[in-house]
T-cell receptor
Framework: GDSVTQMEGPVTLSEEAFLTINCTYTATGYPSLFWYVQYPGEGLQLLLK?????DKGSNKGFEATYRKETTSFHLEKGSVQVSDSAVYFCALASSGAGSYQLTFGKGTKLSVIP | DAGITQSPRHKVTETGTPVTLRCHQTENHRYMYWYRQDPGHGLRLIHYSYGVKDTDKGEVSDGYSVSRSKTEDFLLTLESATSSQTSVYFC?????????????FGPGTRLTVL
């Protein structure tokens, strides 16, 4: 079945450091790929998405490129801020019986220190 | 933000008691989902609905049932709660309008089974 593997955390960075969170996937067909972010005590928010190979999703300074040849969707940000501290989830959407279903990675907790 | 509310937001109950969680949406989206979030597991799909009275099982459906009698409400029931069902439960919605498969999440319900 479909699966998502993302780097285990926690990840601790200093403010203004470069961030990479690796995500690879296994799926049949051509799934859409997502990054969701969860701030403490809150639900998940969509951060960015890409729907086909070589698409780049971007939002709030975060970027991720859909690489079909390496089945990857790594999340990057050039300069992190304390406010980026959160848990980040990589996910893919696959079609099922009458719906799309999301398969999530286990999440990577990011802490940014001043 | 998508109009999704969950109730209750917190609940403590005892083993063997029935529990019902409610998800309410104001977006008129066709698809609704229930996930549970546990440390080290990310989010896992419990059940989903693709229309009124149309539901199907997800990855971790044992011990849970759902009902959807109208578009805006999706109920998750634990017939006889067990300690292994202590978790944070998230509802999500999607429309698939225009082919988009993005899901939007509610704020979550923290359930503790003693």
């Amino acid at each position: 079945g479909d699966s998502v593997t993302q780097m285990e955390g926690p990840v601790t960075l200093s403010e203004e450091a470069f961030l990479t969170i690796n995500c690879t996937y296994t799926a049949t067909g051509y799934p859409s790929l997502f990054w969701y972010v969860q701030y403490p005590g809150e639900g998940l928010q969509l951060l960015l998405k890409a729907t086909k190979a070589d698409d780049k999703g971007s939002n709030k300074g975060f970027e991720a490129t859909y690489r079909k040849e390496t089945t990857s969707f790594h999340l990057e940000k050039g300069s992190v801020q304390v406010s980026d501290s959160a848990v980040y989830f990589c996910a893919l959407a696959s079609s099922g019986a009458g719906s799309y279903q999301l398969t999530f990675g286990k999440g990577t907790k990011l802490s940014v220190i001043p | 933000d998508a109009g999704i509310t969950q109730s209750p937001r917190h609940k403590v109950t005892e083993t063997g008691t029935p529990v019902t969680l409610r998800c309410h949406q104001t977006e008129n989206h066709r698809y609704m989902y229930w996930y549970r979030q546990d440390p080290g597991h990310g989010l896992r799909l419990i059940h989903y609905s693709y229309g009124v009275k149309d539901t199907d099982k997800g990855e971790v459906s044992d011990g849970y049932s759902v009902s959807r009698s109208k578009t805006e409400d999706f109920l998750l029931t634990l017939e006889s709660a067990t300690s292994s069902q202590t978790s944070v439960y998230f509802c999500a919605i999607s429309s698939l309008a225009g082919g988009t498969d993005t899901q939007y999440f509610g704020p979550g319900t923290r359930l503790t089974v003693l």
